[in-house]
């Protein structure tokens, strides 16, 4: 096998793997990159040696390894937490037919950082970029959620001083949604629109800081599916707790 073969091969292979959201076993690799199963087994044990693929502990599966994690941590900030991410937005937008993004926060502002297009004909996406404030949202109201008690009493006193805003703005009725939002770990836009339904998890550091929020939404009339909100709320956290954990890992 030529020098630049193997190179080829190599980034095939962590391609799978990077996308498939999961972890995924030499079989399944084998399959996506078209190459005999001992090649791939051959090159995944050079790769999990370098630190560039982790195999889940007791099993014969594997996913991105920590040490490309770490030479991210020099890429700016939002575009690692894109690359980061994008695996596991696909992969919600493929057990669910539906929507995805990650946001994070620009001032007190809510952005979208990245997003993966719902693979239904009719559809709503948040395009990479858009800016919103941040308790009309249920990302936005996460990040409110987690905030210490000081800096969320300035956003809601600033809030509160704004005049012809749409919908009127209800500091009292919006901390009691915050504080379920804690509690939960996690927030529907159920109340927000007739037109997009969301939820929306956090993303968060060893500090419990919340960087970035993930977010799940679809049109109202068909999200959530009738009877798996329960079922859609619990893959959305299950979701950002893997992401979570695997961040604190990459960033000090």
Known sequence: MSHVQSVERT??????VATSGEAVSTTEIAQQVGLPKSTVARLLLTLQQEG??????????????????????????????RYFVRPFL???????????AVCLLDANQL????SVQSQY??????????RSPLHLTSPGRVFLAFWPEAKLEQYL???ALQTGTEPPVNPAKLRIQLAEIRERGYAWSLEDSTEITGIAAPIQLQ??????????FGPAFRFPPEG??????????????????????TIP
């Open 228 to 249: 798996k909100q329960t079922y859609i709320a619990r893959i959305v956290l299950e979701t950002s707790q893997e992401i979570s954990s695997r961040l604190q890992k």
């Open 11 to 16: 980034f095939a292979i962590l391609e799978a």
């Open 90 to 100: 696909q992969n919600l937008t493929d057990r669910t037919g539906e929507a995805s």
């Open 52 to 81: 560039a693929i982790d195999r889940v502990a007791g099993t014969r599966f594997f996913r991105i390894g920590p040490r490309l994690f770490s030479l991210m941590a020099g890429v700016p900030f939002p575009d690692y937490i």
């Open 207 to 216: 500090t419990e800081a919340v960087v970035a929020c993930l977010n799940l």
């Open 111 to 114: 952005f979208v950082a990245d």
């Open 121 to 130: 004909l009719v559809n709503v996406q948040d395009s990479v970029g858009d």
């Open 157 to 159: 006193s600033e809030i």
